[in-house]
Structure formats: structure tokens, C-alpha cells
């Protein structure tokens, strides 16, 4: 398939599209259901306290650790000892997993919070389960965005949104991941993501500019474009707006320094909340005047713009 072509300027911009923020708990709730609820109850709140900084989606992730795991990797210790959750990497992975029962919980909390579920799943047994709950979106990795087997299943079992993140992947691996969906018509079920897999993520390595190369290459061949951030602070989410993004993922933990890899680069409740307002406002600001003098500024101008002619 021949990459689309379209401007920031007439998919953005100028259609003014309100972005879509996703709060992902991830494996930050540390395999306790109690955390879970109260993280999904306090970005279901955010909407009642501010209409502008309510969150749409939230995300969680769903592995089968054997599936994924040799039995020489399950039972090697965690590359980082002082974030494991268990004796090993295979029993940190599983004390951080839910089970499909407990994933079914999950959506119900969402949907009575007005949010969204969702959950990235690693595995075709994964999104099996996944699948039989019947999400409105399903996200793969950038660690699995290769594994087509996964890719089939999805493509081809399941009618929801898919997005999926392009982070560690070559342009020719982009490619022919879009043209595996082009083959049955599911490009435009089609989210992409520009990301960069790092943990938190330098500012020299965001690559901002990765979400035009994306919006210019494959704006017109999928649904939307979106920005999967692991960096600290939340200027660089803003940057991505402008330059096309739609979607907007970002790691969600009640505290920082809690143990575990993703939460240094998470946002808290506060930094989630102001993130999404501030998203909204600079979208309302992305346009054109309709006018040459605004009504605002008519007032402004009989009071203070004088003509002198030469």
C-alpha cells in the first residue's frame, strides 16, 4: 500500500477533533484490585471536578507470563531486584497479572465511571480473554506489534478499535504491519502511535516529528494518529498535538516513587488532570481566525486602533 498524504494543518487543525486522553494504570495498581478501583474512581472524578481534564480511556495490560516466558527466563531474576514483585521475573510478571474474571471487574468499574476500558494485550491467549469481554479498543505493544499471529487474531476475531504502538520498530516493519491490516479492510479499526520504548524517556529522545512523518506516511490510510509517552512532565504531549496526534497515552500511578519500573515515568492524579485540560484548551486555540477583527477585539479596536494616513 502506497502511504496517504494529508496535512496537519486540514486533520487537525482545522477540524479542531477534541483529543482523546488514556490513562494507563498498566501494571501500576502492583496485582492489587483495591488500588485498581480507586485509580479507576479518581480519573472517573476528574470529569465532575473539570469537564476540560476528564480522562476517556482507561488501560491496563494483560499477559499469559508462561506463554510469553521460556523457563530459563521465567526463573531469572528480575534485572532490577529492588522493582521485583516476586523471587523471580516470572513470578514478579504473574503477582503483577489480573485474571480474565478479574479484567471483566475492571470494565464493569470503568464503564460505571463513565470511562472507557481497555488493556494491551501481549499474548494470543491474552486476547482470547480480552476479546470475550468485548472492549471498544484492544492496544498492542511496541514489544508484540511483530508477533502476527497475535496480529491475525485481532485483525480477524475482533470488530473493536486496535491500536497499536510503533515504538523499537523500523519504517519497513511499520509498513508491513499496515499492510497486514490493509489485507481485510481493518486500516481504518487502525490506531498508530509514535512512541519511543524507554523508561522515563530523555527529552532528546522523544522524536516529536515522528507524529507528522506517521500523519503525512499513513494519515489517510488509518483511523487516527496518537502519542504514547514515557517521558517526565507533560510539554512534549502538547507538542504532539500540534503536530497531529489525536490520541494520547500516558502512565497513570498514585505515587512516583511507589516500586516498579513504569512509575517513575507515570503521571499522578494531578499531572493526568492538568495534562488532559491543558490538551483540550490548546486544541480549542488550534485555529484560524474566522474573521480578520474578532468580536472581542472590535470593542479593542474602536477604543484603540488609530489610522493615520500618510
Not at 35 to 56: E, N, T
Not at 156 to 174: A, V
Not at 212 to 226: C, D, F, M, P, T
Request: charged fraction near 25%; aromatic fraction near 8%; proline fraction near 4%.
Amino acid at each position: 500500500m502506497e502511504p496517504g498524504h494529508n496535512s496537519i494543518e486540514t486533520n487537525n487543525m482545522a477540524n479542531n477533533k477534541r483529543p482523546v486522553v488514556i490513562a494507563e494504570i498498566g501494571c501500576n495498581h502492583k496485582g492489587d484490585m483495591d488500588i485498581a478501583r480507586r485509580m479507576i474512581h479518581l480519573l472517573g472524578c476528574m470529569k465532575d471536578f473539570d469537564p476540560a481534564s476528564a480522562i476517556d480511556v482507561v488501560k491496563f495490560q494483560k499477559r499469559t507470563v508462561r506463554e510469553l516466558l521460556t523457563p530459563e527466563e521465567y526463573d531469572a531474576p528480575h534485572p532490577h531486584p529492588e522493582n521485583s514483585y516476586g523471587a523471580t521475573y516470572g513470578l514478579h510478571r504473574e503477582a503483577l497479572e489480573f485474571t480474565a474474571g478479574q479484567h471483566a471487574r475492571l470494565k464493569e468499574w470503568c464503564e460505571e465511571n463513565g470511562l472507557t476500558y481497555s488493556t494491551s494485550v501481549w499474548d494470543l491467549t491474552a486476547a482470547k480473554e480480552i476479546v470475550a469481554l468485548a472492549p471498544k479498543m484492544i492496544k498492542v505493544p511496541s514489544a508484540c506489534n511483530l508477533d502476527f499471529s497475535l496480529l491475525a487474531y485481532l485483525r480477524d476475531s475482533y470488530g473493536g478499535e486496535i491500536h497499536l504502538s510503533f515504538g523499537m520498530t523500523t519504517k519497513e516493519e511499520e509498513g508491513r504491519i499496515i499492510n497486514f491490516f490493509a489485507e481485510k479492510d481493518r486500516t481504518k479499526d487502525l490506531v498508530i502511535y509514535a512512541c519511543t520504548s524507554g523508561y522515563p524517556v530523555p527529552v532528546e529522545d522523544i522524536c516529536l516529528l515522528e507524529v507528522s512523518r506517521l500523519r503525512e506516511a499513513y494519515g489517510n490510510v488509518v483511523k487516527g494518529i496518537g502519542f504514547s509517552g514515557h517521558h517526565n512532565g507533560i510539554a512534549a504531549d502538547i507538542g504532539a498535538l500540534t503536530l497531529g496526534a489525536e490520541y494520547f497515552e500516558r502512565h497513570f500511578t498514585l505515587d512516583r516513587t511507589w516500586k516498579g519500573t513504569d512509575h517513575a515515568a507515570s503521571l499522578e492524579p494531578a499531572g493526568i488532570q492538568k495534562l488532559a485540560r491543558d490538551l483540550r484548551n490548546v486544541s480549542k486555540a488550534l485555529t484560524y481566525k474566522p474573521e480578520d477583527v474578532l468580536d472581542i477585539e472590535k470593542v479593542q479596536r474602536a477604543k484603540l486602533k488609530h489610522v493615520r494616513e500618510m
